[in-house]
Each structure stands twice: as structure tokens, then as C-alpha cells.
């Protein structure tokens, strides 16, 4: 691993997590149920979060994010079992889970259309979809802003993407979006939807 920040991962996070993230989390987590599957589950912060799932199927592409997730594993309330692999090729039948989970990673998927097709290929037909991520902000100077350090961003963490349209990316993919609730002035935001695919 090249990259220093996916090292310090957690450091860096953590104010935030603390401030307001764990909350944002646990409530959205709350509405996960049945067989789930969670995008690029990372360190594993979401997993003692999970109530009501009766198993999680966690991917993740950077084997050591998955050595570190390994103790947050043990600490679940639910049998989570983690996978190598990326959200571009999910490696899951057709209509396999009840509910997909994505937290903070769009930003960093190469492929997002593809990523989300198959997020709508995997989920069941009327099956929820739950995301947490940052996004490109409405506000037209904070907007150019993030455009402009995206590039720089990028390099220095990880591939992240600080400009996504992950809102716009949900309706052109069909889902039907449920709720959204938006954070620090719409830099994140909460997307509950469901999969009209049939």
C-alpha cells in the first residue's frame, strides 16, 4: 500500500465520526434487514452498527482495510462475512440481497454507472438501497470549488472524488427514491431508496 492516507484512515475520520457520522450511520443502518450486502466496508465501522440485517456480505477491494476491519467484525451483532472484491463486479446472483448498504464510497469507485447497475442487478426487486456519501454541493462557488481541488484530492486520497452526483446518478439508474436528507449544508447526504428493477 502505497498510499499513507488509507493508513491513517481512521485518524483522520474520527472527529467526524464522533461529531456527527456514528449517528447518521446507526439510524440509516437501523433500516437494513434480511440478507445484506455492504459496498467497500473498509475498516469495518459500520459493522457492530447493524441491528435488524440476519447476515451481511461485506466487499471490499484493499486486502488491508480488510485485515483491519477484522476486529470491528467481532464486535457485530449479525454474522458479516467479508469479501475481496470491487462494486464494479459484484460476485452474487442475480437478486441475491434485501437491502444494499453504501457508505462514503461512491467517491471513490472508478465506475459508478457500472457500479450502480450492479447494486440494481444484485438487490431484489422492491429491496432497499442506503446510502451515506459526500457529494458535489448545490451552492454554486462551493461547487466550482470542489471541482477544482478534485484532481489534487484524488492523488492524495485514495482516488476520492470530492464532485459526485450520487443523487442524480440514483434516478437515472431508475431506483426509486424514498427519502434524502442532506448534511453540513448538502456536502452529504442520505439516500434511502428502493429497486424497481423486476
Not at 90 to 106: A, E, H, K, Q, Y
Not at 125 to 148: A, C, I, R, T, Y
Request: charged fraction near 25%; proline fraction near 4%; include cysteine.
Amino acid at each position: 500500500m502505497r498510499n499513507p492516507f488509507l493508513n491513517l484512515y481512521d485518524f483522520f475520520m474520527s472527529p467526524l465520526e464522533k461529531l456527527r457520522f456514528q449517528k447518521i450511520r446507526k439510524e440509516l443502518l437501523a433500516k437494513a434487514n434480511g440478507n445484506v450486502l455492504e459496498l467497500g466496508s473498509g475498516t469495518g465501522i459500520n459493522f457492530p452498527l447493524y441491528e435488524h440485517a440476519e447476515s451481511v456480505i461485506a466487499i471490499e477491494p484493499n486486502q488491508k482495510m480488510i485485515v483491519r476491519s477484522k476486529l470491528r467484525k467481532q464486535r457485530a451483532n449479525v454474522p458479516i462475512e467479508i469479501i475481496k472484491a470491487s462494486g464494479e463486479r459484484l460476485p452474487f446472483d442475480d437478486s441475491t440481497f434485501d437491502t444494499v448498504v453504501s457508505t462514503l464510497v461512491f467517491c471513490t469507485i472508478s465506475d459508478v454507472e457500472k457500479a450502480m447497475n450492479e447494486i440494481k442487478r444484485v438487490c431484489k426487486p422492491g429491496g432497499k438501497v442506503l446510502l451515506f456519501e459526500h457529494v458535489l454541493m448545490d451552492n454554486l462557488f462551493l461547487s466550482n470549488l470542489q471541482n477544482w481541488l478534485t484532481p489534487a484530492w484524488k492523488r492524495i486520497c485514495d482516488g476520492c472524488c470530492l464532485n459526485r452526483d450520487t443523487l442524480g446518478l440514483v434516478n437515472r439508474q431508475g431506483f426509486c427514491v424514498v427519502k434524502v436528507e442532506r448534511y453540513f449544508k448538502g456536502l452529504f447526504i442520505v439516500i434511502v431508496a428502493r429497486n424497481n428493477h423486476s
